[in-house]
């Protein structure tokens, strides 16, 4: 088993910026490729960003791309997820995840085994 905990939500006015963290405990942190999504209300959960276990490869949705930065730290067992020049749009419940494969840019929900609790971003106008 993964535990993960958000951290870092908050409200920001459009063009500001937060940095989202991710902390793991349990199994080893290294062992799994890690991966932020978000959730707006009515709609499904979509793929961010994901990090490769080594942080040496990243993969990032094309509306975040340029704006989004996934990185992470595994001797302090936490993934960040550094978000620059928000927009209104990009208002929602943001999630980490955790997949025990590392092959590519795999998006789907599915693909990932253990899940945070989420934490809200609200960007303002």
């Known amino acids: 088993q993964v535990q993960l905990v958000e951290s870092g939500g908050g409200l920001v006015q459009a063009g500001g910026s937060l940095r989202l963290s991710c902390a793991a405990s349990?199994?080893?942190?290294?062992?799994?490729?890690m991966g932020w999504f978000r959730r707006v209300p009515g709609k499904e959960r979509e793929f961010v960003a994901r990090?490769?276990?080594?942080?040496?490869?990243?993969y990032y949705a094309d509306s975040v791309k340029g704006r989004f930065t996934i990185s992470r730290d595994n001797a302090k067992n936490t993934a960040y997820l550094q978000m620059d020049n928000l927009k209104p749009e990009d208002t929602a419940v943001y999630y980490c995840?955790?997949?025990?494969?590392?092959?590519?840019?795999?998006?789907?929900?599915?693909?990932?085994?253990?899940w945070g609790q989420g934490t809200q971003v609200t960007v303002s106008s």
């Open positions: 995840a955790a997949d025990h494969l590392d092959w590519g840019g795999r998006q789907k929900i599915s693909e990932y085994e253990y």
């Open positions: 349990g199994r080893t942190f290294s062992n799994y490729a």
């Open positions: 990090i490769s276990r080594s942080g040496g490869t990243t």
